[in-house]
């Protein structure tokens, strides 16, 4: 069931209004549906949402309003989710390590698509139903991304060959897919993901009817956009040169660049200390900025006063906490803020709409849990081309 909540103009007359003491997401539904067309439009196949980027109903019921319809899942809780956003939402189960619970569940929901990177996840699959895809995951020393998955998942390329045989011999559709990394920005990354799945279905004599490039497309962190018709246009290219039997129809799992654009991250100075240099907000690690450790400090900051106005002071580094009483709960070093911050100043994050809210705590009794919807973004560029 889609639900679309009353909107606000935007997060500073939300802000001005209400002087909210707890950190508030603000979403653009507008930016959100318009990103997830430019996708549909620009990436040469299928574009499915990966949900643990943000698993949120307002998420999910405006992806399904922008054309979205096919799910990457990796649990049986995101699967009744992208259910309940839609009824009829093709599932693809792409998480390649599972209990046999958890098999049990893909197949009672009808998921159509399953990774597998290992021989015994491989046996776990004995049930699906041969009208299914089976996609061997692989991994590559690819550099390009802010960090890569291939530690934890994703087959070499000999073993890749034989769990192509495996699944092609057992009857089910045979795929290969994987995952550049997160925050890629780099064409090649994909460009030699796409060239080994080819050799290695040729090693394997297996014709793929479908390619899964993954996610990992990036977003705007420090201000600069990312070129993703570049990486599309790779994509498409590459595809089309090095299957020289037959090329596989394409597609793609973006989670973080569908939803990062579309949301503000609203947090506030509740205490400053050392003439200002050390700073506490309402959320930290434990909370929306938890990737922020992770991923580097973000440069797309602004800090507004109680009345509304802008503090335009020259910037200074800074040293963070968020709000827990935890010494860990310290963003990195040298967030640059105004140098008239003031307490009770709210610090806005914009872009910060993957994996805030999907991975907040309820650390010490605080997290992010407020979702206002506005009609536009104040501060963040116009929609997405």
Not at 71 to 93: G, I, K, N, T, W
Not at 177 to 186: K, S
Not at 248 to 259: K, M, N, S
Not at 287 to 307: F, K, T
Request: some cysteine; proline content about 7%.
């Amino acid at each position: 069931m889609q639900q679309f909540p009353p909107f606000w103009s935007d997060p500073i007359s939300h802000l001005l209004r209400q002087q909210p003491d707890v950190p508030v997401l603000y979403l653009s539904p507008q930016i959100l549906q318009a990103t997830a067309r430019r996708f549909r439009g620009g990436f040469p196949g299928l574009v499915t949402y990966a949900v643990k980027a943000n698993d949120r109903p307002e998420v999910l019921d405006n992806l399904v309003a922008a054309g979205i319809d096919t799910f990457d899942v990796a649990s049986p809780s995101e699967m009744a989710a992208a259910r309940r956003a839609f009824p009829q939402a093709v599932l693809h189960y792409n998480n390649p390590v599972r209990s046999r619970d958890e098999v049990a569940a893909g197949i009672a929901n009808g998921v159509a698509s399953w990774a597998v990177d290992d021989p015994t996840e491989l046996s776990k699959l004995a049930d699906v139903p041969k009208s299914a895809e089976l996609a061997v995951r692989i991994a590559l020393p690819v550099k390009g991304a802010a960090y890569d998955f291939g530690a934890k998942f994703g087959a070499t390329p000999d073993l890749a060959v034989e769990l192509l045989r495996r699944v092609d011999q057992g009857g089910w559709h045979a795929s290969v897919c994987f995952h550049p990394g997160t925050q890629c920005e780099d064409p090649r990354a994909w460009a030699a993901y796409i060239t080994e799945a080819a050799r290695i279905c040729e090693r394997a004599g297996v014709t793929l009817a479908r390619l899964n490039v993954g996610g990992g497309f990036a977003a705007d962190r420090c201000g600069k956009v990312p070129d993703l018709n570049a990486v599309f246009s790779t994509i498409r290219a590459v595809t089309d040169r090095v299957f020289t039997a037959r090329t596989p129809a394409l597609l793609c799992e973006p989670g973080r660049a569908l939803v990062a654009e579309a949301f503000t991250l609203a947090t506030r100075i509740k205490g400053m200390r050392a003439g200002g240099r050390t700073i506490y907000l309402n959320d930290g690690i434990y909370g929306g900025l938890s990737e922020l450790r992770d991923m580097g400090l973000s440069r797309r900051i602004r800090v507004i006063a109680v009345d509304g106005t802008m503090r335009q002071g020259a910037p200074i580094p800074r040293v963070v906490f968020g709000p827990t009483c935890d010494s860990l709960d310290r963003l990195p070093d040298g967030l640059v803020l105004p140098a008239d911050a003031q307490d009770g100043d709210y610090v806005l994050f914009d872009g910060l709409g993957a994996y805030s809210v999907a991975i907040s705590t309820d650390f010490n009794g605080y997290g992010l849990h407020d979702i206002v919807s506005v009609q536009r973004l104040t501060g963040n560029r116009n929609l997405p081309a």
